[in-house]
């Protein structure tokens, strides 16, 4: 088993546009974690299960409130890295997760460093994480899931 979890988080919008950190989100949230499962990929065999924590302001359906451009962006690229990787090892019976671990109440999440923003703590996301991660099979490889098991779209 490999869980990929990796994220930055960076505050660009439309006036506060910033090629630098939408670049370096782009490289530890999207590319950072494709690159580790192909370092990796001698030690999967038939069976292992490859997790990926995304977000679901990777999806581009639920999009509602725009900004976040780097953040966005990367967990998009990340998502669609991940479907890629869950049709190029589905020959292996490799598993891909992909998930969203929920609101989590993180210093991420607040800026200023504090955790009191968020809807779930992060123990309790984990604990959701592990079902899922527990429950992944090659029916549901390649599906964007948040942690309460809720389907989510691209």
Do not use: C
Not at 104 to 123: L, P, Q, Y
């Amino acid at each position: 088993m490999l869980i990929n979890n990796a994220g930055i988080l960076r505050d660009e919008s439309l006036s506060r546009f910033n090629k630098t950190t939408i670049a370096e989100q782009f490289s530890v949230n999207a590319l950072a974690p494709l690159a580790l499962t192909h370092a990796l990929l001698t030690h999967l065999h038939t069976g292992s299960k490859v997790a990926f924590i995304t977000s679901r302001m990777g999806s581009i359906t639920d999009n509602t409130s725009g900004g976040r451009y780097g953040y966005r962006m990367s967990k998009a690229a990340l998502n669609s890295g991940a479907m890629s990787l869950a049709r190029d090892l589905a020959t292996e019976q490799i598993a891909i997760g992909i998930y969203h671990p929920g609101y989590v109440k993180t210093e991420m999440v607040n800026t200023g460093g504090s955790t009191s923003n968020g809807d779930i703590s992060a123990d309790a996301s984990a604990l959701k994480l592990i079902t899922l991660i527990d429950n992944l099979t090659m029916e549901d490889s390649g599906v964007f899931k948040h942690s309460n098991g809720e389907v989510l779209p691209w």
